[in-house]
């Protein structure tokens, strides 16, 4: 059975420890060398930045967000092993973990690492497609010859080199179709490397629950559900036609996942569609300074991630949440395409100026969408506000300051409301 040790990317016998450098860490399967579709995840990616930057981290519970009635945004895998999980309201969190280190998310730090991951992974094909900012899809269709090595040995080179070069780690999965590899990615994390062949692709999924099949969700489970679909299985029961009628598009998709079929093409440079940030309050308010200060960090986060990107939005988002769960929202398109804080800021302000005698809040965000390059950003002078130009020259200086010295090195006096 073929065999490569992940560590120094020898191909070696069936033995239980490389012969070459002792390593255990060695992935077997049968079409190992005839694979080629991949997904990449990197590990708890937020919370493994945070530990690279700050070793002594690296054995304590990290849990990367803000605020007891915030979310989690990523929980290292000391705090998993807790119960902790993504998405999950802070307070549960604290309450599985007491002793768990809370980190506020860096994403100008995360969106930096996440290019440099991409450049390796773009030195492999140009066929990549990113699904955020820690993980992707990769074709190695056709690229042995460039690379004079197959593309297991070149994937498993990536994931080495993201850990010696940049201190993270990462999970891979290999297969023959996109959905594969997305399930194969989560099998045998962190630094995991799992395959689902072809050959075995009917078995593997015949008892599987269909809430592994990406992107369906609570409600779309609770419908399988309540017509007796639970498993693969069940769905191979049915009929094409009955499963289209039943749940539309989808019921068409997974017929065809049932059976492990998924013909959809790896697509570079996927469209970025809107970029956003959102912050969830301990304690419902209407205090007009402590929701002026959530704004502006909002909106620099916003720009933050805009810049990191290389993106800028023609439209500026406001939604706020009230005490009763209802929500607001409020758009603004601008006459120019922008990724500075400042503007964002200003016209997020004057949207929510509109509504903000509908108070308390316990939540509030903001966002910029219809996405385009920065090169057709941020050119025109503003005759109504002359000093605008002067104030985004100002804040370019800031992000260089800020790049060079820490994202505390200046802040704006609203921020620390």
């Known amino acids: ?39 990449m995840d990197c590990d708890a990616f937020y919370a493994s930045v945070e530990k690279r930057d700050n070793p002594e ?19 290292c895998y000391v705090s998993r092993i807790r119960g902790v999980r993504s998405a999950m309201p802070m307070f549960k969190a ?24 991409r450049a390796l992974m773009d030195e492999l094909t140009p066929a990549v497609e990113p699904l955020s900012l820690d993980e992707a899809f990769i074709d190695l269709t056709g690229t042995e010859k460039l690379h004079g090595a197959p593309p297991a040995v070149m994937l498993a080179r990536l994931v080495k080199r993201m850990k010696d070069e940049l201190g993270i780690t990462g999970s891979i999965g290999l297969s023959h179709n996109k959905f594969l590899a997305k399930v194969a990615s989560d099998l045998d994390k962190p630094q995991g490397f ?39 299985s069940d769905l191979l029961r049915w009929d094409q036609r009955e499963l289209t009628d039943r749940f539309g598009s989808m019921g068409f998709r997974l017929w065809h996942l049932a059976r492990g079929e998924d013909r959809r093409k790896i697509t570079a440079r996927a469209p970025v569609k809107s970029i956003s940030k959102e912050t ?17 960090r909002l909106a620099e986060q916003v720009a933050d991630r805009a810049k990191a990107k290389s993106k800028a939005g023609r439209v500026v988002t406001l939604k706020l949440k009230r005490k009763d769960f209802t929500l607001i929202s409020r ?43 920065d090169s057709a950003a941020d050119l025109s002078a503003d005759l109504l506000d002359p000093k605008a130009a002067q104030r985004r020259e100002a804040e370019r200086a800031t992000d260089k300051i ?5 994202n505390d090195a200046i802040l704006k006096g609203r921020a620390m409301r």
């Open 331 to 373: 758009r603004q398109s601008l006459r120019d395409a922008t990724q500075m804080t400042d503007t964002i800021y200003t016209t997020a302000r004057a949207l929510f100026d509109t509504c903000a005698r509908k108070g308390p809040f316990r939540l509030i965000g903001v966002g910029i969408s219809d996405i385009v390059e």
């Open 194 to 232: 799992a395959i689902i062949g072809a050959a075995e692709t009917a078995d593997f999924l015949h008892d599987k629950p269909v809430r592994l099949i990406w992107g369906v969700g609570p409600a779309a489970q609770a419908g399988l559900e309540s017509a007796g679909i639970h498993t693969f």
């Open 57 to 75: 981290l690296a054995d304590k519970p990290v849990i990367i967000g803000g605020g007891k009635r915030g979310v989690v945004s990523t929980a």
């Open 402 to 406: 800020r790049a060079r010295f820490g």
């Open 94 to 117: 604290l309450d599985l973990c007491p002793d768990a280190v809370v980190v506020k998310p860096r994403m100008s730090v995360y969106a930096e690492v996440s290019r440099q991951v």
């Open 1 to 39: 059975m073929p065999a490569l040790c992940r560590d120094c990317l020898s191909d070696v016998s069936d033995a239980r420890r490389c012969p070459n450098c002792g390593s255990m860490r060695i992935v077997r399967h049968e079409e190992l060398y005839d694979l080629s579709i991949a997904h």
């Open 280 to 296: 969830t309050f301990f304690e419902d308010t209407s205090d007009l300074d402590i929701l002026d200060g959530h704004l502006w």
